[in-house]
C-alpha cells in the first residue's frame, strides 16, 4: 500500500526534474547561441529593424562569408533569426519581438551600446519613393506601410501575409480602392515586400498595386517616363497627411 502511495509522489517529481533540465539545457543552448562574439554583434546589428544579407553580416561580424553562413544557420535553428527571400537575394532579420526584446535588455544588462543606424547606399532620389515592378516603394512605400498597420486598417503584420480589416476596406473604398476587385484578382491580395533600400517592408500584392495606381490617378504621386523614381505631390500630403506626412 505503501509502494502505491509513493510511486506517483515520485513520478511527479521526477517529471519536474525533467522539465527542469529540459528548461535549463534549452537555456544554455540559447545562450550559447547568442554569446559567441561574432553572433553578438550580428544580431545587435540587426536591433534597429533592418534585414540584411550574410555578406553585409560578415562584415559587421568581422568574420568570411564561410563563417558568418555557419553563424547565421545556427542562430536560424535556434530561432533567433529568420530567412527572407527577394528574388534571387535572401536577407536575414531578427525572428520577431520576443527576441528583440531579450536582446534589448541583455544589452541593458551588459550596458552595451545601440546598434549603428543602417545607412543604405542607394541614390536620394530612388530611395524616396520608387516603383518596385507595379507597387510603391523606398522611404514613403515603407512609411505608407507602417501607417496602414497603424491606422487598424491592415490586419497580420508578423505573418507577412495581409488582411484588410472592416475599418480598413471601409476606408479603402472611400478613397477609391476596388477592394472586391482586387480581391479577385489572380494574384496574392497583400504582403509584405521587403524593400532594398530601406530593408523594411512596404506593401506587395494586388493591393499594393491597387495603391500604385489610386495614387497615380489622384495625382498624389507623379512617376517618372524613363525610371522607377516617384515624386511626392503637395496634393498627397495636402488630402492624405496621415498616409503621406
Not at 170 to 194: K, P, Q
Amino acid at each position: 500500500m505503501n509502494e502505491v502511495s509513493i510511486a506517483p509522489a515520485f513520478y511527479d517529481r521526477r517529471m519536474d526534474t525533467n522539465s527542469s533540465a529540459t528548461a535549463d539545457f534549452q537555456l544554455a543552448r540559447l545562450a550559447g547561441a547568442i554569446a559567441e562574439p561574432a553572433r553578438a554583434r550580428m544580431l545587435n546589428c540587426l536591433m534597429d529593424g533592418h534585414a540584411r544579407t550574410a555578406t553585409e553580416l560578415a562584415t559587421v561580424a568581422e568574420v568570411a562569408a564561410s563563417t558568418a553562413s555557419a553563424h547565421l544557420a545556427r542562430l536560424k535553428e535556434e530561432r533567433l533569426v529568420e530567412v527572407l527571400v527577394q528574388g534571387k537575394h535572401r536577407y536575414f532579420r531578427l525572428a520577431d519581438d520576443n527576441v528583440a526584446a531579450a536582446l534589448e535588455s541583455l544589452m541593458v544588462v551588459a550596458g552595451a551600446p545601440r546598434a549603428v543606424e543602417f545607412k543604405p547606399n542607394t541614390p536620394s532620389r530612388l530611395r524616396a519613393a520608387r516603383t518596385c515592378y507595379d507597387h510603391m516603394a523606398g522611404t514613403a512605400g515603407v512609411a505608407l506601410h507602417d501607417r496602414l498597420h497603424a491606422q487598424g486598417w491592415l490586419s497580420g503584420l508578423q505573418s507577412g501575409s495581409y488582411e484588410l480589416t472592416p475599418e480598413g476596406a471601409i476606408a479603402l473604398e472611400s478613397l477609391g480602392v476596388e477592394v472586391d476587385a482586387v480581391r479577385r484578382s489572380r494574384r496574392r491580395f497583400a504582403c509584405a515586400c521587403l524593400d532594398w533600400s530601406e530593408r523594411r517592408p512596404h506593401l506587395g500584392g494586388a493591393l499594393g498595386a491597387a495603391w500604385l495606381q489610386l495614387s497615380l490617378r489622384r495625382g498624389w504621386v507623379r512617376q517618372e517616363l524613363d525610371g522607377r523614381e516617384l515624386a511626392l505631390t503637395p496634393k498627397a500630403q495636402r488630402e492624405m497627411p496621415e498616409l503621406f506626412a
